[in-house]
Nanobody, 115 residues
Framework: QVQLVESGGGLVQPGGSLRLSCAAS????????MGWYRQAPGKQRELVAS???????NFADSVKGRATISRGNAKNMVYLQMNSLQPEDTAVYYC?????????WGQGTQVTVSS
């Protein structure tokens, strides 16, 4: 069984930054992708960023230039650094790991961007 635990969410002022962390445990494979989705109220869940086991990152257009994604050396950690946050970045952020049709999700962490 795979468990994913996110941390680092909270309230941030517009223009601020935050770093989300996710720790995966259980039977995971180092070749799995890891990444982050987000879901704002009344909207569909959308991909924010992903990273392959080889370190190749992929970003949504809405966060390109403002986000970086990285994995820990043990491949079971993933980090999302987001800068220049705006109110439209407010959402629940979900960590995931998987490949192909196999996905595992965390419980989510709330990020609220507001003054």
């Amino acid at each position: 069984q795979v468990q994913l635990v996110e941390s680092g969410g909270g309230l941030v002022q517009p223009g601020g930054s935050l770093r989300l962390s996710c720790a995966a445990s259980g039977t995971i494979f180092s070749h799995y992708d890891m990444g982050w989705y987000r879901q704002a109220p009344g909207k569909q869940r959308e991909l924010v960023a992903s990273i392959t086991s080889g370190g190749i990152g992929n970003f949504a257009d809405s966060v390109k230039g403002r986000a970086t994604i990285s994995r820990g050396n043990a491949k079971n950690m993933v980090y999302l650094q987001m800068n220049s946050l705006q109110p439209e970045d407010t959402a629940v952020y979900y960590c995931y790991t998987g490949i192909g049709s196999t996905f595992y999700w965390g419980q989510g962490t709330q990020v609220t961007v507001s003054s």
